[in-house]
């Protein structure tokens, strides 16, 4: 009996696993496609909460303790907030980040097209 309820275990993680690798290829078809770039600066706060959320739904299906919660919870929104904030699409689509992230500045020119982005 035990190791019937431990193999229902593993499936469950397994299948949790292939949600959130599915997650993940989904952002990465979306960054590296040629879309409007639109709809990439709309949507990529909102990728970045759902993949930030998958991790955090890992973490707490894996059994964390709430010791280890505190200190995940705030990384991986800090994590999330500073890649939305760094992260500009130029105007061909291509993603570029700010490097310098105390400090706001032009991220530079598109190694793409070779103008500036917005």
Not at 24 to 35: E, M, R
Not at 79 to 94: K, Y
Request: include cysteine; proline fraction near 6%; aromatic fraction near 10%.
């Amino acid at each position: 009996m035990v190791l019937n309820s431990r193999l229902i275990e593993i499936v469950h993680w397994l299948s949790a696993a292939g949600i959130v690798c599915v997650l993940i290829a989904l952002a990465a078809l979306f960054y590296s496609s040629d879309h409007d770039v639109e709809v990439k600066r709309y949507w990529h706060p909102y990728v970045m909460t759902c993949l930030t959320l998958a991790f955090l739904g890992i973490a707490l299906a894996a059994g964390c303790p709430p010791s280890a919660l505190t200190f995940i919870v705030p990384g991986a929104v800090l994590i999330s907030l500073s890649n939305v904030r760094n992260l500009r699409f130029c105007d061909c689509g291509t993603p570029m980040y700010r490097r310098n992230w105390p400090v706001k500045h032009d991220p530079g020119s598109c190694a793409r097209c070779k103008r500036g982005c917005s």
